[in-house]
């Protein structure tokens, strides 16, 4: 088959969830939002429940209620977008708990679910979702009275430690939130590797867990590998692939993989891409297009079966960087079209 | 809800199918691989063939088996890698015909399926499917004996009409199958738009069905619209988004919409991307994140309740063009996360 395979280390995934939680005394949630960045939220977040894990977070009520189908009853499920409009009803089923980010979505939610469980986000700096202070401080009482399941903010610049903007946002979050009985949250991957300072009650961690930068000592999750359709030997002055982007100066032996900007190979990688033949090193020849890349394997002693982009030689990370990109957007890219395989924990 | 709704006009589809099957007389097929440029091959293939396409181009066996679900029997299904190791199943039982790329695969079709109908993939000069000269030579005379469903090839530089290769993979393809019984193929969208000299006897249009270039008369396709989750004031200094990307030079009203690159919308855009509000345009701020973009809503009169960043303002090529890519691969990307609406033809 010409169809590529994507191998998801599910034991791998738990062990970055325990490691992640080793570092703190904090309760670790899970972040599985964009599908558990696209790695598949029913198999992650089955997996991290029987590891230990009961708190996930999504970003919208639909992905809530597909995760409650898988999870069943127990686990919290909280929707980062928060209440909106039409909501309602997947949130009630669903037995999920909205983020709430505004005085807007605070009326939605008590009017339409009145004692119906829900959390609160905060505002403290990167102006994207949550409370601003002066919101919060109107609404401050009357939600606390309610009792939330959680009250969270997120850092805008926690992967660079040493960004001075995580020690204010830090101090905002106190400043919001000192002396309040609600279980806070602050950190996600980068907050928890910034220490225990910023762990609070419950941590988010998300790209950590899915092998990717920051967290360096991550186990590696993802492997793909790309089937070679056809080998053939390419003469020098020919050319490669679309708008002759490629010009061979020497023969070269030319295998052309299944796999394609269409699977989430970033069409932005182009030449500086390399994948693996075993141990040999061969270099992305001219433009990655749809379905398809052409590939050097003149230094490979028999034509390989398949070529490997992702696994034990190269990271999410390192693809990322030839695309000029983050490891996060090279997992949430992944296509539909890959054969997945699931390595049991 | 905070889910993005992405509309697909299958009337557009159609009516592009038909504009570029008025472009000449040859048979027009459709290719939907990459489930329909991540249009949906379903609806796309089902809404065509109604119009009257009844050959259908895809990547993979896989991908095929599903569209001949979707079909039923009758049109042809083209398998673009050809008979792949494990193909043969699927061949056989959903009636495809594979495009046979070298020696290997025919010998691999005629031993697992002999009497089964297959094409031919030539290479005119592409270097990335299909057999080179001197192996059709030997190939030529038993292959075309068996009576192949098509023999086609692929250009490299149709999108670039004046490119001196479009000429020499003409004469090349020109001299490997003139005088042959066998239906001829050679022209995708680009090389439709070259003239009827490169149609042969079937075309084979992707992109312009979808309404991207080089199909500049394209009726556009697709429109997305990204809710608004929450509008706050930012005053000047203030940073919105990760790593503090854009700050602040006055005071300014951020729209916060559900929509990132978890969902095809490329980090690669950043800041030089737009939205519309209405007639309004507004600007991108800082980075696109996984799920939620921070845009500029300063200049809008009411708070809008959602932002459009595909449709009547802005085309595919547009939002490519921000992020040094073609359209191609802003449909491709865009994810399985959106509320999909289909327009009837």
Redesign the interface.
């Known amino acids: ?3 590529a395979r994507l191998t998801i280390d599910l034991g791998a995934i738990c062990a970055n969830w325990r490691a992640l939680l080793a570092l703190g005394r904090a309760e670790t949630g899970a972040v599985v ?3 558990a ?2 790695l598949g939220a029913e198999q992650v977040a089955t997996a991290l429940a029987r590891e230990g894990a009961t708190r996930f977070f999504v ?5 809530g209620a597909a995760l409650r189908r898988a999870l069943g009853p127990g686990p919290d499920i909280f929707v ?3 209440h ?4 309602t009803t ?1 949130v009630r089923d669903a037995g999920l708990t909205p983020m709430i ?2 005085i ?2 605070m009326l939605r939610h008590v009017e339409a679910l009145p004692g119906h469980g829900f959390g609160i986000q905060l ?1 403290s ?5 949550g409370m ?1 202070p002066a919101e919060w401080s109107a609404l401050r009482d009357i939600a606390l009275a309610q009792r939330p399941a959680l009250v969270m903010s997120h850092l ?2 926690a ?2 430690p040493d ?1 001075a ?1 995580n020690a204010r946002q830090l101090a905002v979050f106190r400043e919001m939130t000192d002396g309040i009985e609600a279980p806070r949250s602050l950190a996600a991957t980068g907050g928890i590797l910034l220490g225990p300072g910023y762990h609070f009650d419950i941590t988010r961690p998300g790209i950590g867990l899915y092998g990717g930068l920051p967290f360096i000592d991550a186990r590696p999750v993802v492997s793909l590998s790309l ?1 070679v ?2 080998v ?1 030997d ?1 003469a020098p002055g ?7 982007s490629w010009i061979a100066q020497a023969p070269t032996r ?1 295998a ?1 993989v ?1 796999g394609g ?2 699977d ?1 190979i ?3 990688i182009g030449p500086k891409g390399w994948l693996w033949a075993g141990e040999t090193r061969c270099k992305v020849l001219g433009r990655v ?4 890349i ?1 590939v050097d394997v003149t230094a490979v002693r028999t034509d390989p079966e398949a070529l490997e982009l992702l696994g034990r030689h190269q990271s999410v990370d390192t693809v990322a960087g030839w ?4 490891g ?2 090279i997992l ?2 992944l ?3 890959y ?1 997945r395989r699931y390595l049991a924990p």
Do not use: F
């Open positions: 088959m010409a169809q939002k964009a599908d960045y696209g970003a919208l009520a639909e992905e980062m977008s928060g909106m409009d039409g909501d997947l980010n505004s807007d979505q505002d700096g990167m102006n994207r979702l601003e805008a610049c992967d660079t960004h903007m089937p359709i056809q053939r390419v020919e050319s490669v692939g679309y708008d002759n030319v052309t299944s900007y269409a989430g970033l069409r932005a297009s749809m379905d398809l052409g695309a000029g990109t983050i996060y957007e949430t890219a296509g539909p079209r054969a």
